[in-house]
C-alpha cells in the first residue's frame, strides 16, 4: 500500500495513555500494509538519548534527537509515530515545523486520574517531593495550544481514542477512508 509519510506526535504527561494508544496505532497500520515505526519517549531516552538528564536544556536536546530521527522516517515514506512527554511546547513547535507533515495529539488526564493509574506510585512520590524535576508536578507540562487532535483518556475508552486519531488520518489522506469504521467493527465483533 502507497501512503504519505507523515509523524504522528503523541504528548502529555506519563500515564495519560499516549503509549498505549500509539502501540495500538502501529499494529492497526501495520496489519494494513503501511510502514509505521514506533518511537518511545523511553525506549529513545535508554538508547538515543542515554546519558541526558532532566534538565529543560537535555529534554529539548532529547525532543530534538526524537524529531530528527522522525522526520528521517517522514521523508522516507513512513507513518513515524512518536509517544514521548515532550513538555515544551516551544521545541515541539520547533520539531513540527523541521517535519513538515506532522500530526499533533494531545493525550490528557487529569492529575488524579494520573495518581490513581501510577501503579510505580511515581507521582505520590513526586506529590512528597521525593522525586524532583517531575513534569506536570515540579516540572511544567506546556499543552498545546491548538493540537490537531484532543483526546481525553479519563473520558474516553482505548478504541474511541483510536478511532479519533484515526478519523484525523483518514481527514489528511495519510490512510483510505473506511479504515475508522474498520476500527470499530473489529471491536465490537
Same mark, same amino acid.
Given at each position: 500500500m502507497d501512503h504519505k509519510g507523515v509523524t504522528i506526535w503523541f504528548t502529555g504527561l506519563s500515564g495519560a495513555g499516549k503509549s498505549t494508544i500509539a502501540e495500538r496505532l502501529v499494529a492497526f497500520l501495520r496489519e494494513r500494509g503501511v510502514k509505521a515505526e514506533l518511537l518511545d519517549g523511553d525506549v529513545v531516552r535508554t538508547n538515543l538519548s542515554k546519558?541526558?538528564?532532566?534538565?529543560?536544556? %537535555?529534554? %529539548?536536546?532529547?525532543?530534538?534527537?526524537?524529531?530528527?530521527?522522525?522526520?528521517?522516517?517522514?521523508?522516507?515514506?513512513?507513518?513515524?509515530?512518536?509517544?514521548?512527554?515532550?513538555?515544551?511546547?516551544?521545541?515541539?513547535?520547533?520539531?513540527?515545523?523541521?517535519?513538515?507533515?506532522?500530526?499533533?495529539?494531545?493525550?490528557?488526564?487529569?492529575? %488524579?486520574?494520573?495518581?490513581?493509574? %501510577?501503579?510505580?506510585?511515581?507521582?505520590?512520590?513526586?506529590?512528597?517531593?521525593?522525586?524532583?524535576?517531575?513534569?506536570?508536578?515540579s516540572d511544567p507540562y506546556e499543552e498545546p495550544l491548538n493540537p490537531d487532535v484532543f483526546l481525553d483518556t479519563e473520558q474516553e475508552s482505548i478504541d474511541e481514542s483510536l478511532g479519533k486519531v484515526l478519523s484525523a488520518l483518514e481527514a489528511r489522506g495519510v490512510i483510505p477512508s473506511g479504515a475508522a469504521s474498520q476500527m470499530a467493527e473489529a471491536a465490537v465483533g
Amino acid at each position: 500500500m502507497d501512503h504519505k509519510g507523515v509523524t504522528i506526535w503523541f504528548t502529555g504527561l506519563s500515564g495519560a495513555g499516549k503509549s498505549t494508544i500509539a502501540e495500538r496505532l502501529v499494529a492497526f497500520l501495520r496489519e494494513r500494509g503501511v510502514k509505521a515505526e514506533l518511537l518511545d519517549g523511553d525506549v529513545v531516552r535508554t538508547n538515543l538519548s542515554k546519558g541526558l538528564g532532566f534538565s529543560k536544556e %537535555d529534554r %529539548d536536546t532529547n525532543i530534538r534527537r526524537i524529531g530528527f530521527v522522525s522526520q528521517l522516517l517522514t521523508r522516507n515514506g513512513v507513518v513515524s509515530i512518536v509517544s514521548a512527554i515532550s513538555p515544551y511546547r516551544e521545541v515541539r513547535d520547533e520539531v513540527r515545523r523541521e517535519i513538515g507533515s506532522f500530526i499533533e495529539i494531545h493525550v490528557h488526564a487529569s492529575l %488524579d486520574e494520573l495518581v490513581r493509574r %501510577d501503579v510505580k506510585g511515581l507521582y505520590e512520590k513526586a506529590l512528597k517531593g521525593e522525586i524532583p524535576n517531575f513534569t506536570g508536578v515540579s516540572d511544567p507540562y506546556e499543552e498545546p495550544l491548538n493540537p490537531d487532535v484532543f483526546l481525553d483518556t479519563e473520558q474516553e475508552s482505548i478504541d474511541e481514542s483510536l478511532g479519533k486519531v484515526l478519523s484525523a488520518l483518514e481527514a489528511r489522506g495519510v490512510i483510505p477512508s473506511g479504515a475508522a469504521s474498520q476500527m470499530a467493527e473489529a471491536a465490537v465483533g
